[in-house]
């Protein structure tokens, strides 16, 4: 695929923002920075915020494949970086044995049935690079230009962390019975976290640094109707005000962008021509997760969340 | 423009400044920064430093302060500002009598006999912590740093190769294919073990005061032993997290540094909203899930009691388990009266005391167990 950079981040902002996707200047600063520098890039910020949506949304403004790699506790290099695919080299070799002299046995009584064959030249076809099969990681570095989607590495354990600092920095990987796969260009590697915990300094210094913020009320309006153009100016301008103040209740789990699309969505699916403390309280699932998030919200009181939304 | 005419002798002072605020600002950035600079163009000095120098929402806040303050209170085009957590630094000095001289005894109390040593430790062991003074309560502190209190270790995800357990495909198929496709020995794993997480949340109110210092320096010891895997937080009307603090080796340095950073240090108590706050901030998003949490705490409770009875209960639906440490349970004839301890039992899995160092070894021993 053609690889498409943009020449500021004016211009990423741009095209983010015609896949759908509209960031703050920070992130398009990050975003074109990463490119431009060919620097991974770290995204912390509260879930929801879209950090995962803006890989994608790289990914499609830049014209190069995602490859996602979503972050567990145990994933380890079998799972993330390469396997060998190990019941079809047993295959190979038993289809070896078959159709050609025993290779085992090449010394003793120099052959089977067929030709002497080479014992090296056979196992050298066991670890031929179609019994390899890609991960993620691999994929990436193959498959260079491409967008590098490392989701919620927090999941991860420190062991895949360490992996991971050899790869960001040398954009290569050993195989050892293979040799050095080396990536021909850098890929674009955007790294995400939800700060459940902290990440190692290590990993950190070898990547720019950004916390995604929840969206401002006006660029979350921007964002309702760019994805909801059915829904009204004014509805999306209430759930915009009423998620932001929700957002400041100290929730445990603060609505994100994805929360106020399905809100919006619901609202309008009811019919809802603005939003009223009884239609807020009946469609608040869509938003509010959790019982005690519920409790608060009530207790604090719709009417004062959506006071001044009359409007 | 943001920056003056050469950025690069500003960038200089500028790092200075933000290392002289507490962003540790490592020298292998610096090129980044240039490379960032040179991309974006001396105009966008804000986001170029800030996208390479920093690595945590708390070096954002510091950031943005030096810039505030260097560039006379432009904060950058656009830029937002960061709903971090600030870092607390009010003074509270925490160590009232740890620098006090040995010779100054309580009176009425016999001098300590250096013979009669392990006896006295014995009886000392024994010893309310709120009773200790001089001597004494320096003996039981070096006591204190000697206890190891740490979680038993829990099945990771993670497999590893053992003689028993699960077959393990891959390393079998490796093998048969040394051996030339015959099956051989089976290969083997299983999971491996990691620490189970232990979270203390300490109440540093005014009713708890003589025994903050004895469990604030237990969870120092905690910290010591297993530095990745334990977080301590203090609570009383707010919530303040105090394990970076612990983490300093030498026990009064670190117990010191912990009460720097507590703004309510024998304040009143809304455990309630400090429990509910660990919840929101820390334990929902991940920390207290599949967690020994520590509740240590005599359960005084400022307010209406129901809102830490639905916190506790908050809790013990994401830890492993949930212990209480009230420093009044060992006395005769104790009962859970206070309003809020009486509320939070139901939903702790145990009850301990923790008002001696025999207590706090019977504690370490209880989390061991698991």
């Avoid at chain 2, 430093?49 to 904060?75: F, I, K, S």
């Avoid at chain 2, 320096?217 to 895997?229: L, N, Q």
């Amino acid at each position: 695929m053609a690889r498409h950079l943009p020449d500021s981040p004016a211009e990423l902002s741009r095209a983010l923002a015609g896949t759908g996707y509209l960031p703050d200047t920070g992130l398009a600063t990050a975003g074109w920075l990463a490119l431009r520098l060919d620097r991974p890039l770290f995204l912390e910020g509260d879930a929801g915020v879209g950090k995962t949506s803006f890989a994608a949304a790289l990914a499609e403004a830049t014209g190069l494949e995602l490859i996602r790699l979503q972050c567990y506790e145990g994933l380890d290099l079998a799972q993330a970086l390469y396997d060998w695919d190990f019941p079809r080299q047993v295959l190979h070799l038993r289809t070896w044995e078959a159709v050609g002299s025993r290779p085992g046995r090449v010394d003793a009584a120099g052959g089977g049935s067929g030709p002497p064959v080479d014992p090296a030249a056979v196992e050298a076809s066991l670890y031929d690079r179609r019994f390899l099969l890609a991960r993620p990681l691999l994929r990436a570095l193959e498959s260079a230009p491409c967008v590098l989607l490392i989701d919620e590495v927090d999941r991860a354990d420190d062991e895949f962390e360490a992996y991971l600092l050899e790869l960001l920095s040398d954009w290569a990987v050993s195989i050892p019975e293979l040799g050095r796969i080396v990536a021909p260009v850098p890929p674009t590697v955007v790294v995400t976290s939800n700060r459940t915990r902290e990440v190692h300094d290590a990993l950190k210094r070898r990547c720019l640094y950004h916390w995604v913020e929840h969206p401002d009320p006006e660029r979350e309006v921007e964002i309702l109707k760019l994805r909801l153009p059915e829904v009204t100016a004014r509805l999306a301008r209430q759930v915009a005000r009423a998620t932001a103040r929700l957002r400041d209740l100290d929730l445990a789990k603060a609505p994100g962008i994805a929360e106020a699309i399905d809100w919006a969505r619901a609202l309008h699916a009811l019919g809802a021509g603005g939003l009223t403390a009884e239609v807020a309280d009946q469609t608040a699932g869509t938003v509010v997760k959790l019982r005690e998030d519920l409790e608060r919200v009530r207790e604090h009181g719709w009417d004062t969340l959506l006071a001044g939304d009359s409007a | 423009m943001s920056g003056p005419a050469d950025p690069l002798v500003w960038v200089q002072g500028f790092v200075a400044a933000l290392r002289r605020a507490g962003v540790p600002v490592a020298q292998d950035r610096l090129p980044v920064l240039v490379r960032a600079l040179d991309a974006l163009g001396p105009g966008e000095l804000y986001w170029a430093g800030r996208l390479t120098l920093c690595a945590t929402p708390e070096d954002l806040a510091g950031y943005d302060a030096v810039w505030r303050e260097l560039t006379g209170g432009r904060a950058g085009r656009g830029s937002p500002r960061p709903r971090v957590p600030a870092v607390r630094r009010a003074a509270a000095p925490l160590i009232a009598e740890a620098a006090r001289p040995g010779a100054d005894r309580a009176p009425g109390q016999p001098p300590a006999v250096v013979a009669a040593r392990a006896s006295t430790e014995e009886v000392l062991r024994h010893r309310d912590l709120a009773g200790l003074t001089g001597e004494e309560l320096a003996e039981v502190r070096r006591l204190l740093a000697l206890l190891a209190p740490a979680t038993p270790l829990r099945r990771s995800r993670r497999r590893r190769r053992a003689p028993a357990g699960r077959v393990d495909a891959h390393r079998t198929m490796r093998a048969m294919l040394r051996g030339l496709g015959e099956p051989v020995r089976l290969a083997r794993r299983r999971p491996g073990r990691r620490p189970r997480k232990l979270v203390m949340l300490l109440d540093v109110s005014g009713s708890m005061a003589p025994y903050a210092d004895g469990l604030l320096r237990f969870g120092h010891a905690a910290v010591r032993v297993r530095p990745a895997s334990t977080e301590v937080f203090t609570i009383g009307t707010r919530l303040t997290r105090v394990t970076d603090a612990l983490k300093l080796r030498d026990p009064d340095t670190a117990i010191r540094a912990a009460g720097a950073r507590v703004p309510d240090w024998r304040g009143g108590t809304r455990l309630g909203d400090a429990l509910g706050a660990y919840l929101r901030q820390f334990g929902h998003r991940g920390m207290a899930r599949r967690a020994v949490v520590l509740v240590c705490s005599d359960g005084w409770e400022g307010g209406d009691p129901a809102p830490l009875a639905a916190a506790v209960a908050w809790l013990s639906r994401l830890a492993h388990r949930v212990v209480w440490v009230s420093p009044h349970a060992d006395r005769p004839g104790f009962a859970p009266t206070a309003a809020g301890l009486a509320a939070a039992l139901p939903h702790c899995d145990e009850l301990v005391a923790g008002h001696s160092l025999a207590a706090l070894s019977e504690l370490a021993e209880l989390l061991r167990r698991g």
